[in-house]
Structures are given as structure tokens and as C-alpha cells.
């Protein structure tokens, strides 16, 4: 089983891609990222279990990919909020009550 | 600078909420997600940098509770699709031509 930070994932993703996503710029690639979101949510209805891995990944290169143009740290944005504590109500696991 | 793979998120992400994922279920927790990517949106047509560092973690945050109640493994299905080359093309960087 390989691994792979979130970081090291948005750095690969770098490498691959952020000329043509530079290229195409933040509208482009976010409305790229929603396209993904829907196709996800298709295959959720479905039963093509393989197909419906390869769509979680496409979500994630893109937001990867949006961070990359935007200048984000994925890796740290996720961790500046979620850091093992439920970010409302600092519990884990959360025991926030709405 | 502080690190982490994407599974290690996934799995703290099933720490705090998977109970209450679970019982939203997989529409409910789509929904969210389609959600928290158009206030991403949002937040990239103005100008609070930080804002919009917290909506891109919550868009992992609940891709990865979708992943979670699916029973997917994140780092794997991404890996699986994006290992160090364009699965179009299979070069780094990507030289697919369309």
C-alpha cells in the first residue's frame, strides 16, 4: 500500500498539470472542479464501484489543481481548521449538538 | 509545518463524524458537499484569503465524510488514478495534446 500526503498529492498535481491550469484560470478550473462534483454524485447512484473511486480522485486533483492557481496550501488550509478536533465545538469525535 | 497524508485525514475525519455522516447518509452528505463547493465559489470571487483557505478544507473535509460512509479508501482510489503521471497520456508533465 503506497502513501501520500495531502501535500505531496497537490505537489504531483504541480508537476502535471499547472501549466495548462494556469492556463485556464480560476473560473475555468472551478467550474472543472463542479463538472467532477456532479459526475461524482452520478456514479454514487450507480454500482460501478471502480468508476466511483476514479471520480472521488478527479474531485480531489481538481480542487488540488484549483489550489495550485490560487496559491493554497492544501495540506495546511486543511489542517489550519480541522487538527483532530471537531472545529465547532473542539471535541473528537464532535459532540456538537445541532 | 505540520504533515499529513490523505488517509490519515480520511480516517481522522471518521473519528469526529462518522457517526452523524452515517446517519445523514450518502445523499445528505453529497448535498453538503455540493454545498461547500459553492461557497468556495463564492469565496474565490472576493478577496479574504483565509476564508477561502477554509472552504477548500471543508470541500476535502466532505469528500472525505462521503468516502468515509462509501467505505472508500481516498489515498488509494487517488493513487490508483493519479500515480506520478497523467492518465491520459502517462507522462509527467502531462503532454496530452486536446
Known amino acids: 500500500m503506497s502513501h501520500m500526503e495531502i501535500r505531496e498529492f497537490q505537489e504531483m498535481m504541480k ?12 473560473d475555468g ?5 463542479v463538472d467532477e462534483v456532479h459526475e461524482l454524485g452520478a456514479e ?3 454500482s460501478d464501484r ?8 478527479d474531485v480531489i486533483a481538481w480542487l488540488a489543481s484549483l489550489a495550485n492557481i490560487m496559491g493554497i496550501d492544501l495540506e495546511q ?14 471535541s473528537s469525535p464532535c459532540a456538537c449538538t445541532f
Open 15 to 26: 508537476r502535471l498539470y499547472y501549466k495548462r491550469d494556469s492556463e485556464r484560470g480560476i
Open 29 to 33: 478550473t472551478f467550474n472543472w472542479l
Open 50 to 57: 471502480e468508476a466511483t473511486e476514479k471520480e472521488f480522485a
Open 77 to 90: 488550509a486543511t489542517l489550519n481548521k480541522y487538527n483532530h478536533k471537531c472545529p465547532k465545538c473542539q
Open 44 to 46: 454514487l447512484k450507480g
